[in-house]
Each structure stands twice: as structure tokens, then as C-alpha cells.
């Protein structure tokens, strides 16, 4: 043992989570409060889903507060921001894990739809981020983590959208490694692969380079596997950790 026990990791610790009202959102929300930080829930407008992960949290004595926010428009961000700063003085982490899929053959695809998509996972991670650090700053460091995919290392059909988003989330984080290094704020990205989650009625269904029997591990992740990962760059054992996309695929995609 190399000094005394301190209580939970992340005790003191304020987090920022987005789109934390169902699937891997939550479990991100719900893990970072079960190991001590206080969590802004966020989702972009289904506020049942959202009090409904906020409720899970405060009854097992956690902290936690519900935000409704679009994470592509700067002022609902501003507003969520100020919340957090009234509620638990500022944030020290932010999970960017807000996004959108569709599937959509390339020639089919309308620019709107391209910028859409794009708003919500790239555009968003900037906005999002760009609200959060100069709390993060001010309290001395802490921890950006962005939600990335597997679709834009391995190349996916129908989705060339989702893919340029999330590369363009990855390059964002390395840049924001660098740049924020001095003030001791870490960014790096997960990258799921296929993960046991409801999706969505536009996502479409899952990709054939992702079903269980293209997986090595021959099965698709539960949403904490995904969590810990994200769990464990935001927090102590993470702190020399930056500019990685640390790939949690079941061996799908081997860096």
C-alpha cells in the first residue's frame, strides 16, 4: 500500500455527461456518481429519460442534476454550464458522448443530413468543450473524454457521416491534448465497437462488420464495459493518459 486510503476516486469531482438518459450515457453517469463524483445528467430534450437517470442516482446517495441541453447550440450550453457552476461550482470532467446515426448510402445523402450529423458529435464536442474548460482551468485540471466508434477505422456502408464525425472528434481531442496539457487537462477518446444497447429507430440495423460472429470475442459489450474504459481515463489512475483512443471492440479493429 502506498499511502492511506482517500475515499472514493472521484469524490469532490463534479462530471458533465451527455446524452446520459439511456444506454451508454447513463452507464457512464451512473458509474462516475457510484464512485463519488456529483453528475450533470444531460440529454437534448426527452426530460422523462434524464430525471429518470438524475432519480437512480440521488436514492442510492449519489449527487446529480438533470440539464436539458443541445449540445450544438452554444447558449442551451452556456445555461447547462451555469447550472453546474451554481449547483456543485464548476465541472472537472466532461464525457462527450452525445451523437446521432443514420444509414445512408452515400449518392442518397443530402447535405442536411451530412451537417446534421456531423452538428451533433463534432460540432457539439466543440461547443460542449469550449463552455466547460475554463471552469476546468480555474479548479486547476481535469479530464475531457469524447465517445468515438468503430465505424471510422474499419469503414462502414451507409454511414460515411458518422465516420467523418467521429474523425474529426479524435482529431479534435489529440489537439486539445496538446493545447490543454499546461493547464493539466487530459482529452482522449473511446472508441466502442459493437455495444449491447435499444437502438435507435433511425441507427438502422448493426453493421455485418460488427455482428457477434465477425466479433473474436464472439460477443457484442455490455454499456459498463464501455463506462469503465471511460471511467478510468477521467479518473486518478488516467492522469498520464492523453490524446489516445483507447479501443474497447472485442478485437474487431486492432491498433
Known sequence: MSGP???????????LVTGAGKNIGKAIALDLAREGASVIVNGRSDRALVDATVAEINQAGGQAIGALADVTKPDEVARMMDAAVASFGGVD???SNAGLRRQTPFLDMSF????EILSVALDGAFVLMKAAVPSMISRGGGALVSLSGISTHVGTVNRCHVSASKAGLEGLMRALAVELAPHQITANCVAPGAVDTVRGPTAGALPSTL???????????????????????????GRYIT?????????????
Open 93 to 95: 470532467i466532461v464525457v
Open 243 to 255: 490524446g489516445q483512443v483507447l479501443h474497447v471492440n472485442g478485437g474487431v479493429f486492432l491498433t
Open 211 to 237: 455482428v457477434e460472429k465477425g466479433i473474436p470475442l464472439g460477443r457484442k459489450a455490455s454499456v459498463s464495459e464501455i463506462s469503465a474504459a471511460v471511467r478510468f481515463l477521467a479518473g486518478p489512475d
Open 112 to 115: 442536411s443530413e451530412w451537417r
Open 5 to 15: 486510503f482517500t475515499g472514493p476516486p472521484f469524490s469532490g469531482k463534479v462530471a
